[in-house]
DNA sequence: ATAATAGTGTCTCTTAGACAATATTTC
DNA sequence: GAAATATTGTCTAAGAGACACTATTAT
């Protein structure tokens, strides 16, 4: 690798933010001010600061856009795009982030006057958004999937203590489908290192016997994992 | 995101090259002629040209680098890398590419007068590369090691007909385990999609009864999936 | 024959998936 | 009580892992 002058690039952080609010996987989403694709909808995003890492500008993003307490929010580099001609304007690598967030933060717009908004996944089933955001959706939505399987980052979803229908229903809405709750309470529950439980604490829903809570566990891989291959398919 | 004028930022796509070579695991390493770095190892890489599109930069110096036959190549984008000053010269963020390559293609170098050479990824257990290649490494590495297990990846350390006990000892080596061999066979050969016998063809190796031959199947996805989690830890 | 690899069969144990039954709440 | 959710237990079938045994080659 030598030192030559090639044309520079820009370099820029975009965002693949999920969370789950009235039982429905949301995206955030933005809406262009600008051209190109003005009016249009389009992933979340910016330029990387000349001395900022990369996760750190993300995250900056992710707070700017949201307001999100980052503390909450698991965060983790998706994949890079830089094809030439994804933007008119110029040569852009972007680099990915996928974020999953808890709760449903209110909509509300950061410091651009670019509305804001949580839009199920499901309404997004093609072409709406600009540049290359649609093929970068979907494979942020297949990385979260798959990583459902063998990892505990269902709970990202979840609020620190949450209860395991709470968790089951984060499956069902990520993948589609329904699950056997008492197959799926006696395999979160043991798996090693997936949950711990917070006590004798107990909470309530609205109606049904209270359910024990539980925080997240030290594992990072499952073993078993949970498996997508079989499912009743008896969802919504 | 606004169009303004931030500090351009070079970008280059670096490569995790991985074969498996005299009973060893080895990545293609150069060794740097310029400073920085001057003397040490480092992963092949290089500037991603104006109209190129980034797997392609990543195909084109892999090419260069080794003359390897790219349709016999696996290849994949692992992570980007931008941290400030990961390279002391300028702004780079550099996105990186594992590829898979069946046989000992010769440490030929390709234009470059660095010395292209295959190492041992055993040998390289710290600092020996240059800038941040030993995380880099050590990411592909793990990339790899976990996609043997649900994916037929393994298939793409071998030539294009290959024996179970050739596959299973990709494994053996990518994992640095031993396997059963009885159980892995039974395994490969009946999970759907994943070796399509070549027919009645059979091969030899020294001794020993001769192996059908086997292609990589349809499969994208291994249902179920290999599993180390138990493993007899008599390796090598 | 001996050594080495390929391949089949068998056994046990664990787990996934189906589902009955009980526990605890709200209405 | 009815409805809804939580949790435990039971059964069956499939798969993992251990390993005996046979098949086919080279020396």
Not at 45 to 56: I, Q, R
Not at 154 to 171: K, M, S
Request: net charge negative; glycine share 8%.
């Amino acid at each position: 690798m030598t030192t030559q002058q090639y044309e520079p690039f820009a370099a820029t952080v975009d965002l693949v933010v999920l969370t789950i609010r009235t039982n429905a996987l949301r995206v955030l989403t933005i809406c262009r001010g600008e051209e190109p694709y003005k009016g249009q909808l389009a992933l979340p995003g910016g330029f990387v600061h000349p001395d900022e890492d990369l996760a750190d500008a993300a995250a900056r993003e992710l707070a700017e856009e949201t307001g999100i307490d980052l503390a909450a929010v698991h965060l983790e580099q998706l994949a890079t795009y830089g094809t030439p001609g994804r933007d008119p304007r110029m040569r852009v690598v972007t680099v990915v982030y996928l974020a999953l967030v808890p709760e449903p933060p209110r909509p509300s717009a950061g410091t651009d006057t670019e509305a804001a908004d949580w839009v199920p996944v499901t309404e997004l089933s093609g072409d709406q958004l600009a540049f290359d955001h649609n093929q970068i959706l979907a494979d942020g939505l297949e990385r979260a999937r798959a990583k459902l399987e063998y990892s505990p980052l269902a709970t990202a979803f979840c609020p620190p203590e949450f209860a395991v229908g709470e968790l089951r229903r984060v499956y069902e809405i990520v993948w589609g489908c329904s699950l056997d709750p008492r197959n799926f309470h006696r395999k979160v529950t043991s798996t090693p290192g997936f949950l711990e439980p917070v006590g004798k604490t107990v909470s309530r829903y609205e109606r049904g016997r209270p359910a024990q809570l539980y925080r997240c566990g030290t594992a990072t891989q499952l073993h078993p994992p949970m498996l997508r291959g079989s499912v009743n398919s008896t969802a919504q």
